[in-house]
């Protein structure tokens, strides 16, 4: 049906086709990490003469984000209008919720195809059972999948382990930490494996390739993994014992690529030791700020719970029969462990039960392409060779979605780019993803429907603020409070009068 290959140069070909100038990296001095929602569909009218045959389908990029950057706490707006969270995962799922939105309108409105059908109950949708969607992300997620095991026989980046190693919550992984000159030597562009990274010519944005076509119910960062110094004279031989023969051909493991998420409050907490136990696997972080601590989970926690909940968010529950799910999960070419992404986003929340109906732990497919995004850190760092000046993630973030109005949103800071402090209060001044954007496009959606057809969740009672609505969706908000109890107890939620706009 597809490769990994093949939704990656996708993805990269949209990326320099179909987003400006405007928000991407300023050539040789910063870079920027790529993730997207691709919807996958089967050709019509295709001839069914043998049950082995692969039928055709259609890839087709429907939401894109780029971004590195999240806002400290103390920047946090009760009136919904700021980004709280630019990673480039987040701002995909968010573009990807304008993009689902859009179809719900098509479909309310009678007037032309959408990518729902009626379901069962009044007022309520769900997916095409013919069309999948697959996620994107040029790197790891920050948080628990970045805690990657480095082999004391590699360069960096590292090669991915298939171990037990990164699937044991219990085992703590790490060296001394020193960014500025560890990540150099990690990036030298004279570095053996920054060279066997591949830069690929893209093809067409909507491309056609072989494959079933099936539903599966499969089931930053600012750099991504920190790659630390690598010494095994800072390890113990106790330390050594307790990882060796759990690498491929008889190495060792002898430290990890570092995340820069930070354990929440309640959380056991790293260790911060030298060698393979600085960090401690499996754990909820947040995302560091530049010297005001944020309140956005890791992207690693945001993924997993999108692999219980859905991708949809709160809102559209409302409309929805079933959950939106992921059925895979590609990553570019970067330090990757095929171990500790399976942990991170799926067994850490294997166990959870008693869902609703339609909620579910799904066993999403994860894989690994060989192609390396041309912006990301290391391609921008192996290009610049001996350039002067530091090589710094770009401030802006990209989001775009497969709608027919103002599709392309680029912000910084949390706002459209360029807005001013003057200006921030007006209706220009709040990015088209941002919660009260999003909020005001589901009450357009509310209002193109009339009452008789609405669904049974949004007759309870008067609803008028976001928080109203979100709290009336009841399947989601029961399904959240059992991931919360089961696995994500220590979830950092913000408090509700941030949800209190109109």
Known sequence: MWTADEIARLCYEHYRVSLPKQGKPEPNREWTLLAAVVKIQPIADQTWDSPDKLVRVTKEVVSMG????????SKMRKS?????????????????????LHQLHLVAALKQESI??????RGLWKLRPDLLFVFFSSHTPCGDASIIPMLECEDQPCCPVRTDWANNPSMEASGNLKPTEDKSKCERPDSPVTKKMRLEPGTPATEVANGVAQHQSFGNQESGPIPPSVSSSNLTSGELAAVTGMAPDGAKV??????????VPG??????????????VGLLRVKPGRGDRTCSMSCSDKVARWNILGCQGALLMHFLEEPIYLSAVVIGKCPYSQEAMQRALIMRCQNVSALPKGFGVQEVKIQ?????????????????ADSPGRLVPCGAAISWSAVPEQPLDVTANGFPQGATKKGIRSLQARSRISKVELFRSF???????????????????????????????????????????????????NPPDYHQFK
């Open 80 to 100: 919904g209008d700021i980004l709280n969270d630019s990673h480039a995962e987040v701002i995909a799922r968010r573009s990807f919720q304008r993009y689902l």
């Open 267 to 280: 959380e056991a907490g790293d260790s911060g030791m030298p060698g393979v136990a600085y960090h401690q």
């Open 368 to 384: 690994q392409s060989d192609l390396l995004f041309e912006q990301s850190r290391y391609a921008v760092q192996a290009k610049r």
């Open 254 to 263: 002898v430290d990890v690529h570092r995340t820069g998420a930070k354990c």
């Open 443 to 493: 009450q357009k959606l509310l209002s193109s429907i009339s009452d008789d057809k609405w669904p049974d969740s949004l007759r309870v009672r008067k609803l008028e603020t976001y928080q109203d609505y979100k709290e009336t969706a009841s399947t989601y908000q029961e399904a959240w409070s059992a991931l919360r109890k089961q696995a994500f107890g220590s979830w950092i939620r």
């Open 66 to 73: 780029t971004g590195t950057k999240c806002i400290g706490r």
């Open 116 to 121: 729902f059908v009626p379901g069962t109950q």
